[in-house]
T-cell receptor
Framework: EPEVTQTPSHQVTQMGQEVILRCVPISNHLYFYWYRQILGQKVEFLVSFYNNEISEKSEIFDDQFSVERPDGSNFTLKIRSTKLEDSAMYFC?????????FGSGTRLTVV | DAKTTQPPSMDCAEGRAANLPCNHS???????VYWYRQIHSQGPQYIIH???NNETNEMASLIITEDRKSSTLILPHATLRDTAVYYCIVSGWGPYGQNFVFGPGTRLSVLP
């Protein structure tokens, strides 16, 4: 069964540093998403991406966040200057008419 | 906010059927009901979805009431590996795809 691959599985970074989380979606999927889950809390929507542009974003997705699909395959989430409260699991998902497939996530720890 | 309400937790004996309810009284005519589950901190896993007819696949069955205001996910023979948080999500399709809003879900514990 096709999978969504996320790298790295775990990243530790110092506060104020930039991080890039990477995702390789399923090849024929058109819709791409990032979600996050702070430990013990709900899965929260960050941003959706379609036709090479952001289609919707949440209040969480402020100017410190950006997404791109630089080479038509990888889908990345960049956090420009990380804060302690950015520590969370970050999930990439891609979708078709039949629903989403999620990756296994990147655990980001900001120290 | 999520458009669904689910019980926060349920227990089920191994080998028995697990019936997980979900209320979605404000569902719109073009919105689907999706079920996902999350085991520990893994990515949510798709289980099943439906619009108005009952659906069955190799993992589960989905029963949607005639008025579509509630649904039940049935795991016919629960195993210990089915212990997870189960999310019921209502979502339609817009021009840019979907936007799944997750609630807290139901934490299902399958007991030996």
């Amino acid at each position: 069964e096709p999978e969504v691959t996320q790298t790295p599985s775990h990243q530790v970074t110092q506060m104020g540093q930039e991080v890039i989380l990477r995702c390789v979606p399923i090849s024929n999927h058109l819709y791409f998403y990032w979600y996050r889950q702070i430990l013990g809390q709900k899965v929260e929507f960050l941003v959706s991406f379609y036709n090479n542009e952001i289609s919707e974003k949440s209040e969480i997705f402020d100017d410190q966040f950006s997404v791109e699909r630089p080479d038509g395959s990888n889908f990345t989430l960049k956090i420009r200057s990380t804060k302690l409260e950015d520590s969370a699991m970050y999930f990439c998902a891609c979708g078709t008419l039949h629903g989403y497939t999620f990756g296994s996530g990147t655990r980001l720890t900001v120290v | 906010d999520a458009k669904t309400t689910q019980p926060p937790s349920m227990d089920c004996a191994e080998g028995r059927a697990a019936n997980l309810p979900c209320n979605h009284s404000t569902i719109s005519g073009n919105e689907y009901v999706y079920w996902y589950r999350q085991i520990h901190s893994q990515g949510p896993q798709y289980i099943i979805h439906g619009l108005k007819n009952n659906e069955t696949n190799e993992m589960a069955s989905l029963i949607i009431t005639e008025d579509r205001k509630s649904s039940t996910l049935i795991l016919p023979h629960a195993t210990l590996r089915d212990t997870a948080v189960y999310y019921c999500i209502v979502s339609g399709w817009g021009p840019y795809g979907q936007n799944f809003v997750f609630g807290p879900g139901t934490r299902l514990s399958v007991l030996p």
